[in-house]
């Protein structure tokens, strides 16, 4: 069955969980071990209106998720940010290229955002390939960005950004 790229659900939290419980996921973003149900509720239950969350669905199963929010700055409502995994079963199967294809399709034809950004561990190379073929580009390293299985990791800070449009 093909992958479905939808909104979350809060049908979903559980599964969100369990994402989030597996250890490459964990080793590739700032999620603590050990997760409880009830922090996932809290967390994505009303999510504010400049957030979405969207889920990767094979077989009724949720193998991937990424959040996006929309800087609520003034000066920075052209920016967007986003956070994702893909389930450690379901990585270089294509869930993560479905999630990004449609969080830019939002970004750029709906929400006329003109910069998506991102952090990546620098050891990620998965994903970090995953968001080049998208455009991304580094823009910089944070040393010692956060704390991981006993050693600070470094990070890239990423963005993609999109050309000014014109009218016809």
């Known amino acids: 069955m093909p992958v ?3 909104p979350s659900e809060p049908r979903d939290i559980p599964a969100i969980q369990q994402l989030y419980s597996c250890p490459n996921a ?4 700032l ?4 997760p409880s149900l ?3 509720e809290k967390r994505m239950s009303n999510l504010p209106e ?6 990767a669905e094979e077989n009724n199963v949720i193998i991937g998720q990424l ?3 929309v800087c609520e700055n003034q000066r920075r409502r052209h920016v967007g940010e986003f956070g994702m995994a893909v389930h ?3 990585v270089g199967k294509g869930a993560g290229s479905k999630l990004l294809e449609k969080v830019l399709d939002l970004a750029d034809n709906w929400l006329n955002l003109r ?3 991102l952090t990546v561990y620098c050891d990620n190379e998965a994903a970090i390939g995953l968001y080049k073929k998208f455009g991304f580009e580094i823009e910089g390293t944070a040393i010692g960005y956060a704390f991981r299985n006993g050693n600070y990791v470094d990070a890239y800070h990423m963005a993609r950004i999109t050309p000014s449009r014109q009218t016809r």
């Open 67 to 69: 959040g996006f929010q």
């Open 50 to 55: 400049n957030m979405y969350s969207l889920v």
């Open 4 to 6: 479905i790229i939808r």
């Open 115 to 117: 910069r998506i950004e």
């Open 31 to 34: 999620q603590l071990p050990l």
């Open 26 to 29: 964990q080793a590739g973003t």
């Open 38 to 40: 009830s922090l996932w």
């Open 88 to 90: 450690d079963e379901h």
